[in-house]
């Protein structure tokens, strides 16, 4: 079972990717400032029991966090003690976040290598940030290293990382202001993955494409599975 854990919301944007964030975007279409971050109703989800004192979520459920902000925004510090140790009572779940602050894990989880249980995947989505993440990131006590290019914005060489990282996804960006994914940017990525034997997924082509030199406009519905039909070796 797969379930979206919000603990708080809100951010402030980091780089380049960040320009069209959709957080931002439904924030500001229903007037709210997305830059204000709060701990959401949902704050203690995962430990969340029944009546019969029993978890609400079963063990084995994967709790993917912080898709309305960054795991490791600054305002939270205080309130992450807290759902570390909810990921170290459940340590019979799956944590999963994505962020593009990789300079604050360590300051915020000193001891890194005690959560078996949680997954901290890196963004990086130009050669600018993955030159300035990736030797931190990569340089973390973390069992797994997962690095999301999302939105790809340019060409990127992985080459001086690629030895370092169990896997790579992929995506576009979705919205109306959508900067387009040029798919050969995204087939170099799968060679440099094939060429190192590290896992690759394309993730979703995001609301604008280029495919051989034509552009095709996805419909936000079909992103996903577009993306999954575009390479059959994917995983
Ligand atoms: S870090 Fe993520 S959530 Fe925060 S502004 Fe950037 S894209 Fe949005």
Redesign the pocket.
Known sequence: MEVTYNCWHG?????E??AH????RRDESIGKD?NIVYKTANFNLPIRKDRHGAYKYPSGTVFMMCF???FF?EEADEWRKEVLSFIKERNDCLFYCI???PERIEECIFDLESYDNLIICC?MENQKRFDERAPIYLSLPLKQKEVMIEPMLERIDMSAYIDRIDRVAVGGESGDEARVLDFEWVKDIREQCKKAQVAFSFHQTGARILVNGKLYEIPRNKQHSQAKKAFKDQY
């Open positions: 951010c402030h944007k980091k780089s990717g960040c964030c959709y957080v931002y997305a309305s902000s960054d925004i962020t593009k602050r963004t």
